[in-house]
């Protein structure tokens, strides 16, 4: 799994996590760091592809309360940000550390509930059942 791979699901599941915070189930206070890490990957990520359709779609599945992007969605978000790392190499550099950091965040608090963006130890935002074995070790 690539890091942009792993980058679209870490959006996805903020997305969620939004949704269910605008929807009255708020993070507790433990959830902060966690969120300021996953706030600044999407914020990133929404700045770079700005109106692009598929980060719309992406908004629209996880406000329909999917657990998970389709995979034509996943497909084409994936897509435009492998585009957006290719034309500029300041943000593919800046996407890389922003999804470890997320990583490494949800590694390093494994009682506090988390995301993943893997198929392997899939978790829904918020509800951990299994650590995700693709993880690199902690930079």
Do not use: C, N
């Amino acid at each position: 799994m690539t890091g942009i791979e792993i980058a679209v699901g870490y959006v996805f599941a903020w997305l969620v996590r939004k949704a269910k915070r605008v929807a009255g189930r708020a993070d507790g206070e433990v959830d902060r760091t966690l969120d300021e890490a996953m706030d600044r990957l999407h914020d990133l990520v929404s700045e770079k592809l700005g109106e692009d359709p598929a980060l719309h779609r992406l908004a629209d599945e996880a406000g329909a309360g999917q657990e998970q992007p389709g995979d034509r969605t996943r497909q084409r978000v994936r897509l435009a940000l492998e585009d957006a790392a290719e034309q500029d190499p300041g943000f593919r550099e800046a996407l890389e550390r922003a999804v470890e950091q997320v990583r490494f965040l949800d590694r390093a608090a494994p009682a506090m509930g988390g995301v993943t963006a893997g198929t392997v130890g899939r978790r829904s935002a918020g509800t951990r059942t299994s650590r995700p074995t693709t993880a690199p070790p902690p930079p």
